[in-house]
């Protein structure tokens, strides 16, 4: 089988964002499909170290070479198309001939434009992993309120055949994400557990959570209710480190009033610092003793089910995750290793649970990302629904 995968690991050149995209790659090929990574979104590339986007893809490049080598797939055929159009990487020169052969076009976050010289493969299918954004774009060209950039990304989710979204309750009947006339099957973020080996957090490790203050685009518009992000979220948790009786971390980027949480007792720390590349993102992850989260208003209102990747990963490590329900707890076991919660009793009632048989949770976070997550497992299956 070949398969084509597309993501924004060079244009985003971190640690989280890697893990994610580059899954797919690694899980794909321990399945024995011949793979290439392509990586075109039409846009400038982002630099952290700076804050600011450029058009220069020398480092992004460099980044995503390693970021392949960190997965043992330096071998793999791999393109970036630069800002001023040149296709950049191994796989340059055979990138049409690859995708006319291929038989998945995955397109993953609908990241990649859809050229003349991409098309061909037997399926192509979008992958939503951003539910209620997509949706939101939908909408608004089925109602006419649509921005030109809105026609363009609604014209791109179109040209697929097949659609897959990490709205896993699109079928459940409380779930608000609207279909959009489109056949959507859910998915979730494949995890290649050997990547992800099992050490004991260091002691007072905190709970913690890698997370932007806001999404920094523009705030979806469902039904003609403007939803924000996960600020909107935090603003009601702010008592939590009073009641909660852990050490609660956040890793934040933005622009977050870092004033405010601190007088609430949260400890704030720079995202980019423990997200710089796949290693430092890992060991700030295990060096944590779970994870709490909040997640993205249009998420938890629209009831999608939506779960997030970076929760897969603390699983993996075997670190408990407390998360906001956004309607995945009808998808996912709950009640040992990953807790579910709506409101602070119920955040504070499950960190208080971990507490008092953290071992045991702990052991439990790792099966569950065995039974629920496993790279295998998704794929096979995600391989099936684009059938």
Not at 70 to 88: E, F, I, K, M, S
Not at 301 to 315: D, E, I, N, P, Q
Not at 358 to 378: I, K, M, N, Q, W
Request: proline share 6%; net charge negative; hydrophobic share 40%.
């Amino acid at each position: 089988m070949r398969i084509v995968v597309t993501g924004l690991a060079a244009t985003y050149p971190l640690g989280g964002v890697s893990w994610d995209y580059l899954a797919y790659v690694d899980g794909f090929r321990r399945l024995g499909a011949e793979v290439f990574y392509l990586e075109d979104t039409g846009s400038w590339l982002y630099q952290p170290s700076a804050a600011t986007f450029s058009d220069d893809p020398t480092a992004n490049l460099a980044y995503l070479q390693g970021a392949l080598a960190r997965l043992d797939a330096a071998d793999v055929a791999w393109a970036l198309r630069a800002p001023d159009g040149t296709l950049h990487g191994p796989g340059a020169a055979r990138v049409a001939a690859f995708c006319r052969g291929a038989d998945l076009f995955l397109n993953v976050s609908g990241s990649c434009w859809l050229r003349d010289e991409y098309r061909g493969a037997r399926r192509t299918a979008y992958l939503d992993t951003d539910p209620g954004f997509t949706q939101a774009t939908l909408q608004a060209v089925e109602r006419g309120t649509a921005t030109e950039d809105q026609r363009f990304s609604a014209a791109l989710v179109h040209q697929h055949d097949r659609f897959l979204t990490y709205a896993e309750a699109i079928d459940d009947a409380g779930c608000g994400v609207p279909r959009c006339g489109l056949a959507w099957k859910p998915t979730r973020q494949p995890i290649v557990l050997e990547r992800w080996p099992v050490r004991p957090p260091p002691p007072g490790a905190p709970y913690t959570t890698v997370m932007s203050w806001a999404h920094g685009r523009a705030a979806p518009v469902i039904d003609g209710v403007e939803r924000a992000g996960k600020d909107a979220e935090m603003e009601r948790f702010l008592d939590l480190p009073r009641r909660a009786g852990v050490p609660l971390e956040l890793a934040v980027s933005g622009e977050p009033p870092t004033a405010l949480l601190e007088s609430h007792g949260w400890r704030v720390v720079d995202a980019w610092g423990r997200s710089r590349t796949m290693d430092v993102y890992q060991d700030y992850l295990r060096d944590s003793r779970g994870e709490w989260s909040v997640a993205k208003q249009v998420y938890v209102v629209l009831r999608s089910g939506w779960f997030s990747t970076r929760s897969a990963a603390y699983l993996a490590s075997g670190r408990p995750a407390v998360v906001q329900e956004t309607g995945w707890s009808a998808h996912y076991p709950t009640g040992e290793g990953l807790f579910a919660f709506a409101d602070v009793d119920g955040a504070v009632a499950a960190l208080q649970a971990i507490e008092a048989d953290y071992a045991r949770h702990a052991a439990a976070a790792r099966a569950v990302a065995e039974r629920e997550l496993e790279s295998g497992r998704v794929l096979t299956r995600l391989l099936a629904d684009v059938e």
